[in-house]
């Protein structure tokens, strides 16, 4: 059974873009390969909200043997990428039934990441504080539905230019 995470750089001040709905203010600070390596190597199947997902693929991210982008609205075709429009419980008990070993990686936007938390699908959330104030943007769990505790897993230093990265579970 794949366990499904979210992976995730937030601002200090906790936003996952700017006002303008950028994430141009992370090119300062380029992930460190061998680690992103190994994460994106255990993944089988990106989520993304479509906003996320074009940005991504104008900006040249990674991709996974499948994503699937959360939308209302059609989506130009491309290969190994198909839609989900239904309910999100549906597509999540999909990835929850799959028989993949690889992990599910939700990469955003904040509503979705939500969406995936107030469901109880989280297993694991990544997140990487980086030291750059914004003062306004998407926050990175926009619209969570109640409060959640989290279980700590671990902390550290993620390379050399102030990136701290956090590792916690839900309970």
């Known amino acids: ?24 203010w992370l090119d300062a ?3 460190v390969p061998v680690a992103f ?9 990106i989520v993304s909200g479509r906003t996320t997902y074009e940005n991504g693929r104008d900006r040249g991210w990674p991709v996974a043997p499948h994503t699937i982008v ?15 429009t239904g309910p999100l419980d549906d597509l999540i008990a999909h990835l929850k039934a799959s028989d993949d070993a690889k992990n599910v990686w939700v ?7 939500a969406a995936f938390l107030d469901a109880d699908a989280v297993d694991r959330i990544i997140l990487f504080v980086v030291p750059h104030a914004l003062g306004a943007g998407t926050p990175l ?3 969570l539905r109640r409060p959640r505790p989290l279980r700590f897993i671990s902390a550290g230093p993620h390379g050399d230019d102030g990136i701290i990265r ?6």
Do not use: C, K, Q
Not at 166 to 171: D, G, K, M, N
């Open 1 to 24: 059974m794949a366990s499904i995470r979210l992976y995730v750089a937030i601002s200090i001040d906790g936003f996952i873009a700017d006002a303008r709905g950028s994430v141009d």
């Open 29 to 31: 600070y380029p992930p």
């Open 37 to 45: 390596a190994r994460f994106i190597d255990d993944v089988g199947t």
């Open 70 to 84: 959360v939308t209302s609205r059609a989506l130009e075709p491309a290969p190994n990428v198909s839609t989900h």
């Open 107 to 113: 990469i955003g936007g904040g509503r979705l990441m």
């Open 141 to 143: 769990l926009a619209g």
């Open 166 to 171: 956090l590792i916690y579970e839900p309970i």
